[in-house]
């Protein structure tokens, strides 16, 4: 069943986020999308959002869909004016890709290339009115498509830091499914009764809602992110567990298997990030029972 026809039919859907290579050698790639196959229902590629220079989306997704993956890429206006966006969105439906999330690009100075020219031509209400044009068969020009692209748009909500920036963000949301958004993805949860609180808001605007799992490497990369993003809320007492663990790497994948395990309850599917471990993506699978 595709990305597409379990989120109309209400299953839980499991994507797994994997990023490109900064090079041509695909090898890696090819290996891990191998191993996830049957076990995920879509792999979301990340385009230059984050700010790094690295292989486009669009061959990545060419290429899992070589190796019967099912592809969903980003979409940013960081980079690009609306000319090329549209132009690359009619070359990815060529080649299969129909699975979009229109995401914000990371600040280009937290990049590797800081002195690159920013373009934000369109925003992302702009990109999914872009997107809905284009799936009518017409461009931005008002000039009429030799047929009809078919996209499944999503997209990605920013970190919730309180009650009141929920309440804007879930405003914000309903204005981007007005505009097309036919699903919903959330950052990454460490603090499940928070979180919760945020599913439900984003549940009432009747779209899908996948929220997100981190894998958490060891110690170090926990207490960074305590550090320096408070509002992940990433607590002491799971960075203690870690510690104490007698094989940290195990625990952090049973971290993620047993928070992947508790949403299956309260959200209508998951994305799993590994950021560079996708390799250990299948033992989160299993330590979820998925």
Known sequence: MSFQAKLTSGEFVVLAE??????????DLVTNVRYLKSRVDAVVIPDLD????????????????????????????????????????LAAHVL??????????????????????????????????????????????GFE???????????????IVDQADLEKQVADAREKIAAGAAYIVLQPVFDLTFYTQ???????????VIPSVFLLKNVGMARYISINDPDSRLSEDMIR?????????????????????????ISRGIKISALGWEDRLPAILDSAGL
């Open 18 to 27: 994997m990023d490109t290579p900064k090079g041509v050698d695909i090898s």
């Open 50 to 89: 984050s700010g790094v220079m690295h292989l486009g989306a669009l061959a990545a997704g060419a290429v899992m869909r070589q190796q019967g993956m099912e592809p969903l890429i980003h979409v940013c206006g960081r980079d690009k004016n609306r000319m090329a966006l549209q132009s690359d969105l």
């Open 96 to 141: 299969g890709i129909h699975n979009l999330m229109v995401v914000k690009a990371e600040e280009m100075i937290n990049g590797d290339h800081p002195d690159a020219k920013i373009v934000d031509d369109l925003d992302d209400l702009g990109i999914l009115s872009m997107i809905r044009s284009l799936t009518t068969g017409t461009d931005l020009a």
């Open 145 to 159: 498509l030799r047929g009809k692209p078919q996209f499944t748009p999503g997209i990605a909500i920013p970190p």
């Open 198 to 208: 945020i599913i439900d808001a984003f549940t009432s605007l009747n779209v899908p």
């Open 241 to 265: 567990r870690i510690r104490k663990a007698r094989d940290r790497e195990a625990e952090c994948i049973a971290i993620a298997g047993e928070m992947i395990h508790a949403l299956k309850g």
